[in-house]
Nanobody
Framework: QAQLVESGGGSVQAGGSLRLSCVVSGAASNTLSMAWFRQSLGKEREGVTACTGFSHVTPTTYADSVKGRFTISKDNAKNTLTLEMNSLKPEDTAMYYC????????????????????WGQGTQVTVSS
């Protein structure tokens, strides 16, 4: 039974950077496929980026909207998933959620919320013009 706790959200100006963290307890992060999702008011939940797998092969996946700006990483020694967000845009404003599930996810599932069993409480990111 994994528990996820996000932190690092806040308010920044467009073009700025922010780093979100997700600490895992109750499970080893190296046994989990993990991802970041976000949801803006009035919009559908969106898969942002994923780090998939529990072996030495851990492919990453990015939504087109964040490619080149966001970077996902996982520190298994600290059981922590990190999202580095650069060149932030007002469109990035959303509640950001960390998600996880045991094992491997295929490419078609990695940015789909239904694939994930464990979810954090969310952390708000607000980007002003």
């Amino acid at each position: 039974q994994a528990q996820l706790v996000e932190s690092g959200g806040g308010s920044v100006q467009a073009g700025g950077s922010l780093r979100l963290s997700c600490v895992v307890s109750g499970a080893a992060s190296n046994t989990l496929s993990m991802a970041w999702f976000r949801q803006s008011l009035g919009k559908e939940r969106e898969g942002v980026t994923a780090c998939t797998g529990f072996s030495h092969v851990t492919p990453t996946t990015y939504a087109d909207s964040v490619k080149g700006r966001f970077t996902i990483s996982k520190d298994n020694a600290k059981n922590t998933l990190t999202l580095e967000m650069n060149s932030l845009k007002p469109e990035d404003t959303a509640m950001y959620y960390c998600a996880a599930v045991a094992g491997w996810l295929g490419p078609d599932s990695r940015l789909k919320g239904i694939a994930y069993m464990y979810w954090g409480q969310g952390t708000q990111v607000t980007v002003s013009s």
